[in-house]
């Protein structure tokens, strides 16, 4: 269950501890979500074509990283 956390400070913790979510160009004009976790890169496998998608999924997957660091601090 991903917490509710304000979008600015779940990236800025993941920024900070060297987490990267961002679009990658998948087949033409569909984009996947690629995450730079210091050095390691994982895709996701969803295609997304709306903008409001790929926001989305951005905004879901910084929250769900920025709690998973929160864990690791604690």
Partial sequence: MIK???ISKAMSLCINNGVRIYPVISMGKYVKIEVNNNGRKHTYPEEF?????INNSIIEKYKYYSNKILKQIS
């Fill in 49 to 53: 074509h709306r903008a409001k998608d």
């Fill in 4 to 6: 509710s956390i304000e």
